[in-house]
């Protein structure tokens, strides 16, 4: 499997974002386990506001969780590119960016891993729940009036505390190999250092 460089990795998130709503549907047509009637919308997608109580009893495979951490990583990346022309602080800025760098290098590390384990990603209510939240969040920084700093910034805090209770709630006690686990330990340790950050900039703005 190849690494895709940032620039096709962004192009791939801006395609993915208008296809979301078409993948999530037929991923969603393959899950028996959650009654559409009453946790999906009228196109078979999870509702945005679907509690993570309503989550975090899904039992995930180490592919799901892949998808789901998978997810977390292309989100973060397009919210930061789509919020970048509308920031004005230079700490708002640079947080973004970091975003983009560390998550893209993220993505990378579980794709890799991936790849070394044979476990392609696969879609589950988790990883599609997460995608809604992400394009719902893209669409309302798209359109935010300059400077988007505070919207940016809060929305960071949202996204990362719901990855944050994910992991440890979810993807930590299903997965079972070693280096699955360590990855996941690793990017923990990162989704919550970038929820602490967020919050500090928060706390000057």
Known sequence: MKFLSNERV?????????????VGLTACQN?????????????????????????KNEHLSEGQILKVLSVANM???????VAMPNLQTAQARSYAQGMIDQHTDNENKGRALANSLGLPPQASHTSNALQVDSNNLVTKL??????????Y????????????????SQLMPSAKTPELRQFLAQTRAAVAMHLDMAKKLDATM
Not at 10 to 22: R, T, W
Not at 153 to 168: A, E, F, N, R, S
Request: hydrophobic fraction near 40%; aromatic fraction near 0%; glycine fraction near 6%.
């Open 153 to 168: 910034i809060m929305g960071q805090i949202m996204v990362h505390d719901k990855v944050l209770m994910t992991i440890d």
């Open 75 to 81: 989100g973060e990346i397009m919210q930061a590119q």
């Open 142 to 151: 798209s359109k935010a009036a300059k400077p988007a700093d505070k919207e």
């Open 31 to 55: 899950m028996p386990n959650m009654p559409m009637s009453q946790h999906h919308d009228a196109k078979g997608m999870p509702h945005a506001n679907m509690s993570h109580s309503q989550l």
């Open 10 to 22: 962004i192009k791939s998130l801006v395609s993915g974002v208008i296809l979301s709503s078409v």
